[in-house]
């Protein structure tokens, strides 16, 4: 049709004739046309609608605490005076309402404790019958929360420690150990986490110099005390805020960063003792911070000298054993030292030698207290307090070097570790002495503390840049196994006894080397004595060769002479025939 109609007005141009023409073929062309019926014809039925993104605003969420006192009593008596709450019962028996609603409920009691004496609640219906072992489920773990320094500056999660109270808090020290990286921007700040609420912190303490180290009393969970980096002791009162209560006095307290604080088993559960790279262990009572209640001088030689001493790093104290305590030091040592020693001298007891560096964990069995373990370098060892000279068991020596360690609360064969590459290890010596039992990557940043939870399940894990993760282990490794106490207990007796072996015969090898080296010795001395002196020499020399020559003279005078007679002789001899 477009050709046509262009042809057609190209020709109406030369011959308007022609346009008459061609609009007749073009009607006719038009004619020609079909229609389609049906048509299909696409509609959408859908409702149009568009997409619209709104960004709320978050709700924050803030746990508040409510200490709550005995209730029951009238504000004008206190339940604590004996003489008020006596007197306060003696009042309420005499009332008509207080005998009826006892006479009421003494009835529904007497129908309980009558069905409790017909059918005993408490029976156990299938105690004979073998329980089905279930499938052993593979070593694992899993991270449950993370908690992350709040601050810009990070800083290092030096210390944890996990409320004694059911283990739903979390106790964090923050500080920077890395000579000369502390900027003035950094904060102070520590923190108590609830481990169900990663985004905030539950409260916070404020320290005047950062914490090194921090625990709470088992005691009394309000109460921390908390190691600083200036070498200052100060303990709070969670309910009375973020201050400390008190703190030590700068002229009586150590010298350098404290690395480990252990409360005592006390009758007032008011006193602790606390080890640090100056070489001292000093002992405190909160009641009292303005100077330790006693000191030790970490000194090898015995002579309380503190130039001579190791420098502290951590410490170990067992409640079975109130009069012994342990600490591990810079120089790779362990000292093992008794508290209740007439002397300070005799206060070090002995020193166990088998690391390359600082020992950073230092913990006994919690099931064979004569066992002990000790992370440092790139191993882990157990050692057993009747051998000093190596350790029993240990563990092979990792490329990343060891940060921190400790025992499972509720297995005797198991025990953690924590690497600088980041790496969680699982031990369990019953299963495997060579290679952890589960290996787990926690973070690509250096792990620098670990602390397990008292029921086994849960442990905590803190970071050079100061995130602590929490980690559920699999019920395998938090379980007690069947016969594992007897197992541990003969597999440690027999490391024992093999070392044991192995110390009488180096014992042996190194006396009959003194003995040699003690005869050899005296043989030289023999020989020193029949050796004569040069002077003496030429002179015996001299002597035996004019003695020879004495003789030899004399020799040849005798011979002379009976030459001499026989010539007479033969002089004689000759006469006569003549």
Not at 130 to 139: A, G, M, Y
Not at 177 to 199: A, C, G, R
Not at 256 to 275: C, E, H, M, N, R
Not at 368 to 384: E, G, H, Y
């Amino acid at each position: 049709m477009t050709e046509v109609r262009h042809g057609t007005a190209a020709r109406s141009r030369e011959n308007p004739k022609l346009e008459e023409a061609f609009s007749v073929i073009e009607i006719k062309v038009s004619s020609w046309r079909l229609y389609r019926d049906p048509c299909d014809v696409p509609i959408q039925c859908t409702q149009e609608m568009s997409e619209h993104e709104v960004n709320t605003e978050r709700i924050e969420y803030e746990t508040c605490g409510i200490n709550h006192v005995e209730g029951g009593w009238p504000k004008d008596i206190n339940p604590q005076e004996m003489e008020q709450t006596i007197r306060f019962r003696k009042k309420v028996e005499k009332d008509e309402n207080y005998v009826n609603t006892i006479m009421q409920l003494g009835s529904h009691m007497e129908h309980c404790i009558r069905q409790n004496n017909a059918i005993d609640i408490y029976q156990e219906y299938f105690e004979e019958e073998e329980i089905v072992e279930e499938t052993e489920e593979q070593p694992s773990a899993k991270t449950i929360n993370v908690f992350r320094d709040p601050n810009e500056v990070k800083r290092t999660a030096t210390s944890l420690s996990w409320h004694p109270d059911g283990s739903r808090k979390l106790a964090v020290a923050y500080s920077s150990l890395e000579f000369q990286k502390v900027t003035k921007d950094m904060s102070f700040d520590s923190y108590i986490w609830d481990i169900e609420n990663p985004n905030k912190p539950e409260m916070t303490l404020k320290p005047v110099s950062p914490l090194v180290c921090l625990e709470y009393n088992s005691k009394d969970s309000h109460i921390l005390v908390g190691g600083s980096y200036n070498g200052q002791i100060a303990y709070w009162d969670t309910r009375k805020g973020s201050q400390p209560v008190e703190m030590s006095t700068i002229e009586h307290s150590h010298r350098d960063p404290i690395y480990k604080v252990i409360w005592l088993q006390s009758k007032t559960g008011t006193d602790f003792f606390s080890a640090s790279t100056d070489g001292q262990v000093l002992w405190w009572d909160i009641r009292k911070m303005s100077e330790p209640t006693e000191r030790l001088v970490l000194d090898p030689t015995k002579e309380g000298k503190l130039e001579n001493a190791l420098g502290a790093i951590s410490l170990e104290f067992e409640t079975t054993m109130p009069t012994k305590f342990m600490v591990g030091t810079e120089q790779g040592l362990v000292v093992s030292c008794n508290r209740k020693a007439k002397s300070p001298a005799e206060k070090i007891v002995c020193t166990y030698s088998g690391h390359h560096g600082p020992i950073y964990a230092l913990q006994r069995n919690p099931f064979f207290p004569k066992n002990f373990l000790t992370v440092a370098d790139w191993t882990a060892r157990i050692w057993s307090e009747d051998i000093r000279e190596s350790s029993i068991m240990w563990t092979k020596y990792h490329t990343a070097s060891l940060s921190d360690g400790c025992w499972s609360p509720v297995r005797p064969s198991v025990f953690f570790t924590v690497k600088m590459d980041g790496t969680l290890d699982v031990w369990d010596f019953l299963f495997k002495q060579n290679d952890p039992t589960l290996s787990l990557k926690v973070c690509d940043e250096a792990l620098y503390s670990i602390r397990v939870q008292d029921n086994g399940r849960f442990l905590a894990c803190g970071s050079q840049l100061g995130t602590a993760t929490l980690l559920e282990i699999s019920s395998g490794l938090c379980t007690l196994q069947k016969n594992e106490k007897a197992l541990a207990a003969m597999m440690f007796e027999r490391e024992t006894k093999r070392e044991k072996i192995l110390e009488a015969r180096h014992r042996e090898m190194r006396l009959k080397e003194r003995s040699r080296s003690e005869q050899s010795k005296e043989d030289e001395a023999k020989e020193g004595e029949g050796e004569e002196s040069s002077e003496e020499l030429v002179a015996r020399i001299e002597k035996e060769f004019y003695e020879m020559m004495e003789a030899e003279m004399k020799n040849r005078g005798k011979d002379e002479k009976k030459e001499k007679e026989l010539d007479k002789e033969k002089g004689v001899c000759e006469e006569k025939e003549s």
